[in-house]
């Protein structure tokens, strides 16, 4: 397991392109899809129109990765707004090792690298609070030609 205490975009060019990788918005609808466990909650996000998922310690969301065809997956990128103390949130990709992100106080974007690989069908991205509170706005699969 990977532990990162801050993160950085990758040089221009190093991917080829930046989809959203998974539905977040299900969690906040309550979609099937969307399996959650612990206190989440559908927020406010920075825009009004826009819901953020709350994650407090302990909860967990898995969500679908919305695969790209002749892709392989460079980077997992997160819009997060984290508080509390004892911030660590667990971010997974079926197949993949996990990483553990400790964000910065207040919102940021976390990226993780995921070593250029073609994710399983039916693969699935688990976003674990371990602790801290998260409101995540969007998760973003940055791109690679395969």
């Known amino acids: 397991m990977l532990l990162l205490?801050?993160?950085?975009?990758?040089?221009?060019?190093?991917?080829?392109?930046?989809?959203?990788?998974?539905?977040?918005?299900?969690?906040?609808?309550?979609?099937?899809?969307c399996q959650k466990s612990g206190p989440v909650t559908a927020v406010e996000g920075l825009q009004q129109a826009k819901t953020a998922v709350r994650m407090g310690a302990g909860a967990s969301i898995s969500l679908p990765i919305q695969q790209t065809e002749g892709r392989k997956l460079a980077w997992v990128a997160l819009g997060v707004r984290s508080e509390g103390l004892d911030r660590e949130l667990s971010v997974t990709v079926t197949g993949q090792p996990g990483a553990v992100a400790v964000p910065t106080w207040g919102w940021a974007r976390?990226?993780?690298?995921?070593?250029?690989?073609?994710?399983?069908?039916?693969?699935?991205?688990?976003?674990?609070?371990?602790?801290?509170?998260?409101?995540?706005?969007w998760v973003v699969g940055r791109w690679k030609r395969e």
Do not use: H, Y
């Open 5 to 33: 205490t801050s993160c950085g975009s990758p040089p221009p060019g190093s991917v080829d392109e930046e989809t959203f990788l998974v539905d977040l918005e299900a969690c906040a609808r309550g979609d099937v899809i």
């Open 110 to 137: 976390v990226e993780l690298g995921q070593g250029d690989v073609v994710p399983p069908p039916g693969a699935r991205l688990t976003l674990v609070a371990k602790g801290g509170t998260f409101d995540v706005l």
